[in-house]
């Protein structure tokens, strides 16, 4: 399942750039839906860019129907992400702590100037897939719920963290 949210910012793209590469864990973790978000490791990476591995945990409202069947440690995972000073654009790949072989998730963040502000769009791809060691649980009914849950879920949260760091920028001008 493919992802995409794009939203447009009335602030310069240097200043929601610095942002959202310096803060995004921070912002992210004012969301109702998430537990918390910690930064593991930050580095700088040569010639112009910086990488961050962070720590998420989810806490989304779900629907009864999988409620009993996603537990807290299925909403963790662990992000890898590349963030380039130059292109203003950053490559994430995202692993689970719960059936990593299970899921995959890779995607982008791209900020580009658009007039005197900034369009911010975060796209990808997530996908469950059916391994030997998948789950009796994982049908194709429950994989289609969840796919199509993300696929609400997903685009959706990445608009509200985007509100809260436009909400951020312009508290802090």
Known sequence: MEFKCTETLH???????????????????????????????RT????????????WQ????LPAMLKSMIKPEM???????????????SQFSIETHYKVED????GSIACTKAGKGT?????????IKKTAKSSIFLTGFVLSAIEALAARLIPHNFSKVIKSL???????Q
């Open 11 to 41: 602030h310069p793209l240097p200043v929601v750039w610095e942002t959202i590469r310096d803060r995004l864990p921070e912002i992210a973790a004012l969301q109702d839906d998430m537990e918390y978000v910690k930064v593991v490791k």
């Open 44 to 55: 700088r990476k040569k010639p112009d860019g910086v990488h961050v591995i962070s720590q």
């Open 58 to 61: 989810a806490a989304p409202p």
């Open 75 to 89: 909403m963790l995972w662990t992000e890898d992400a590349i963030w380039d000073n130059e292109t203003f654009t």
């Open 103 to 106: 899921i995959s998730c890779i």
């Open 119 to 127: 369009k911010v769009t975060f796209s990808g791809t997530f996908s």
């Open 166 to 172: 436009d909400d951020t920028i312009r508290d802090e």
